[in-house]
Each structure stands twice: as C-alpha cells, then as structure tokens.
C-alpha cells in the first residue's frame, strides 16, 4: 500500500540553523501539507500545496518558513533560521484529487538546542 | 471557523471491555469527520471517515463510528478492546468541497488498554 515517507526520523539542530524537512508523498497524490505537533499539543495545521504553490497557511507559517516541490516525488519545508519554540513532531500529508482525506507519514521530530 | 473538542483526555480501560472515545465538533459550513490513531512513537494513521452516506461509519482494527448532526458528534466505538488498541486517538474535520484546506483536530485521547 502506498505511504507517505518523510526523512529524517529525527532531527537535532542549534537555534539559528536552517533545517530542511523532507517527504515523498504518495504518487498520484496533487495535494500536500505539513503539519505540526508541540509535544503535549494538539496537532496544527502549518501549509497547503497544490499546482506548485501554497493554497492555504496558518498564521504559525510565517517568513522563517517556507515550502517547495523541488522535483516531482520530493516535498519540502524550510526553516530559515530555527527557534526553540519551532521543536516538535513534523508531520507531511497528501491527498489525491478528491482532496478530501490526507494521508500522513510518520513524522520528523525536530529538536532545537 | 471549525473546532473540535475530545471531551476525555485519557481512557483507561481492561481488555476485552467495551470503549467509546467521544468527539464534538462546532462549524457553521458542513463538514467531513475523520478520526486518526497514533500508536507510540509512529505517525497518524487514518481509522476511518465520515464523508456523506450511512451515519455509522466502519473503520479498520473492528472501531466504528457514528455521526450525529443534530449532536454534533462523531463518537468512536470498539465492543471489544485489545492492548494492542493501546494509542492516542485524534478527531478531525475539513470544511466540505475544501479540496486542499486543512483539517482542525482534537486534542486527542489517549486510550490505555490494561490486561
């Protein structure tokens, strides 16, 4: 069954670094998110991609942050130059032309030291 | 805007015993209902949606759920528990014809299935 993959697992980083966050969604997939879980939270909503550009984001995704399809299988989101606050599980969904379930990967928990 | 309220933050319950996870939602549009599991230290995987159709929806692993308009809710229910049910459950909803929009979850509750 297809998955979405996202790597690393985890990630440990200092404050002000930029760290890359990496997934492959689903194949025949058009819409892809990511999502964010503070340790003890709920899960939030972050960004929204469809056709090469960002549909919907939250007020959490600001200019530190950013996304790109760089090739056709990759899906990436960027922090510029990290935060402690921005420490939490990464989560990276798809979902296919319907758009109406996501299907999520398993995570990249980020640390910022 | 939508929310979601999990009104149990934590479950606890003997195997084999029955267990309902209760979920509320407020929206002013209709919306699509869905509820993720998280077992230990994995991602979120989908247990099953309501998108229209039957209000008791079926889902993978033997859990149900039903949606009730005029309540608001979309309760998760398993007749029968096993450990390995042991995770924490999140309840979401996305506007409908919102193809690409984002899903407001829960706070979650953690169901712990004790022998």
């Known amino acids: 069954e297809p998955e979405v993959t996202q790597t690393p697992s985890h990630q440990v980083t200092q404050m002000g670094q930029e760290v890359i966050l990496r997934c492959v969604p689903i194949?025949?997939?058009?819409?892809f998110y990511w999502y964010r879980q503070i340790l003890g939270q709920k899960v939030e909503f972050l960004v929204s991609?469809?056709?090469?550009?960002?549909?919907?984001k939250s007020e959490i995704f600001d200019d530190q942050f950013s996304v790109e399809r760089p090739d056709g299988s990759n899906f990436t989101l960027k922090i510029r130059s990290t935060k402690l606050e921005d420490s939490a599980m990464y989560f990276c969904?798809?979902?296919?032309?319907?758009?109406?379930?996501?299907?999520f990967g398993p995570g990249t928990r980020l640390t910022v030291l | 805007a939508q929310s979601v309220t999990q009104l149990d933050s934590q479950v606890p319950v003997f195997e084999e015993a029955p267990v309902e996870l209760r979920c509320n939602y407020s929206?002013?549009?209709?919306?699509?209902l869905f509820w993720y599991v998280q077992y230990p230290n994995q991602g979120l995987q989908l247990l099953l949606k309501?998108?229209?159709?039957?209000?008791l929806v079926k889902g993978i692993n033997g859990f149900e759920a039903e949606f009730n308009k005029s309540q608001t809710s979309f309760h998760l229910r398993k007749p029968s528990v096993h450990i390995s049910d042991t995770a924490e459950y999140f309840c979401?909803?996305?506007?409908?014809?919102?193809?690409?929009?984002?899903?407001?979850f829960g706070q979650g509750t953690e169901l712990s299935v004790k022998p």
């Open positions: 969904a798809s979902s296919d032309t319907s758009g109406d379930t996501q299907y």
């Open positions: 194949s025949n997939h058009l819409y």
């Open positions: 991609f469809y056709n090469n550009e960002i549909s919907e």
């Open positions: 929206s002013s549009v209709s919306v699509y």
């Open positions: 309501y998108l229209s159709g039957s209000t």
């Open positions: 979401a909803v996305i506007r409908i014809y919102n193809q690409g929009g984002k899903l407001i």
